[in-house]
């Protein structure tokens, strides 16, 4: 079974500032893909960003992007030019690839606090 | 709507009874999936739908749990003799097919409180 872990709970940052979340994930696969989702308020997950395990390059969404230490099973997402917009839960999430690429494994989440 | 509609939004129910929530997602996507957040904690999966058929029920706690998709569209998660712990947001989403790669669009959810 896959697992996701995020380790910060909580964090904050000041606007305009640059801030990074961590996710760490653990799996036998070699085809998977990992994501960020942003949940609001509102509780609707948002997609922020999506990356393939087997590109080498980071992907990157306007002021998203991410890190992927694929041998370190490490995927971690870089905000810059924080808003306070972007305040939000976000969660690490993980899903295999071929037949199985419809289920989403998620972390437990961070909460970022963007503040004015 | 353009997005994935669920209702109700909150839902109040007191042990033991019978539960309905109901998820509209957005036209034309054939795949359809419910999943269950607790306090604190991300979405875990529950039930997917391919079209009118559950493709993948395994994620559904126990036998109180059950969802229909008799069309194709519209889905309903069912959840009888409702216990302290089903207490949580359920969250719909749905994407365009079942093999994606990780699109999937939710709707806000029904946050069930169970007393």
């Known amino acids: 079974a896959q697992t996701v872990t995020q380790s910060q709970p909580e964090m904050s940052v000041q606007e305009a500032e640059t801030v990074t979340l961590s996710c760490t994930y653990d799996?036998?696969?070699?085809?998977?893909?990992l994501f960020w989702y942003k949940q609001p308020p509102s509780r609707q997950m948002i997609l922020v960003i999506r990356?393939?395990?087997?590109?080498?390059q980071n992907a990157t969404e306007n002021r998203f992007s991410v890190n992927f230490q694929k041998a370190a099973k490490s995927f971690s997402l870089k905000i810059s030019d924080s808003q306070l917009g972007d305040t939000a839960m976000y969660f690490c999430a993980f899903m295999r690839g071929g037949g199985s690429n419809y289920k989403l494994t998620f972390g437990k989440g961070t909460l970022l606090t963007v503040n004015p | 709507g353009a997005g994935v509609s669920q209702t109700p939004s909150n839902k109040v129910t007191e042990k033991g009874k019978y539960v309905e929530l109901r998820c509209d997602p957005i036209?034309?996507?054939?795949?359809l999936y419910w999943y269950r957040q607790s306090l604190g904690q991300g979405p875990e999966f529950l039930i997917y739908f391919q079209g009118t058929g559950a493709a993948d029920d395994s994620g559904l706690p126990n036998d109180r749990f059950f969802a229909v998709r008799p069309e194709g569209s519209v889905s309903t998660l069912k959840i009888q003799r409702t216990e302290r712990g089903d207490s949580a947001v359920y969250l719909c989403?749905?994407?365009?097919?079942?093999?994606?790669?990780?699109?999937?669009?939710f709707g806000e959810g029904s946050r069930l409180t169970v007393l």
């Open positions: 990356q393939e395990a087997y590109k080498q």
């Open positions: 036209s034309g996507h054939t795949a």
């Open positions: 989403a749905s994407s365009l097919t079942g093999h994606n790669t990780g699109e999937l669009f």
């Open positions: 799996t036998s696969e070699s085809n998977y893909y």
